[in-house]
């Protein structure tokens, strides 16, 4: 049974940093590409960032392009999304997800999802 566990979510003032994690279970983390969405109140979930298999390449969204930093630890399962100089339109819950092999933008290509965790950035 895959599960995704996100943490590191809270409230930050404008400015400010925060980090996440999601740790994985029940596959083979080295397999799959991994991404951060979000979805704010009243909007669609948005894709954040993405990470391919070993870690090499990286993609981010343009809003938090020089902001944001996606990673991975396949020895640790985790992926993390290092978050530098939020802003009040970064206000929303976080969700880590999987597909196998290849990373996309699109979120109904991912296979499993973690339960999210609230990021508010107070301005």
């Known amino acids: 049974q895959v599960q995704l566990v996100e943490s590191g979510g809270g409230l930050v003032q404008a400015g400010g940093s925060l980090r996440l994690s999601c740790a994985a279970s029940?596959?083979?983390?080295?397999?799959?590409?991994m991404a951060w969405f979000r979805q704010a109140p009243g909007k669609e979930r948005e894709w954040v960032a993405a990470?391919?298999?070993?870690?090499?390449?990286?993609y981010y969204a343009d809003s938090v392009k020089g902001r944001f930093t996606i990673s991975r630890d396949n020895a640790k399962n985790t992926v993390y999304l290092q978050m530098n100089n939020l802003i009040a339109t970064d206000t929303a819950v976080y969700y880590c997800?999987?597909?196998?092999?290849?990373?996309?933008?699109?979120?109904?290509?991912?296979?499993?999802w973690g339960q999210g965790t609230q990021v508010t950035v107070s301005s």
């Open positions: 997800a999987t597909r196998k092999y290849f990373y996309s933008g699109a979120a109904r290509s991912y296979e499993y």
């Open positions: 029940g596959l083979t983390f080295s397999n799959y590409a």
């Open positions: 990470v391919n298999l070993s870690g090499g390449s990286t």
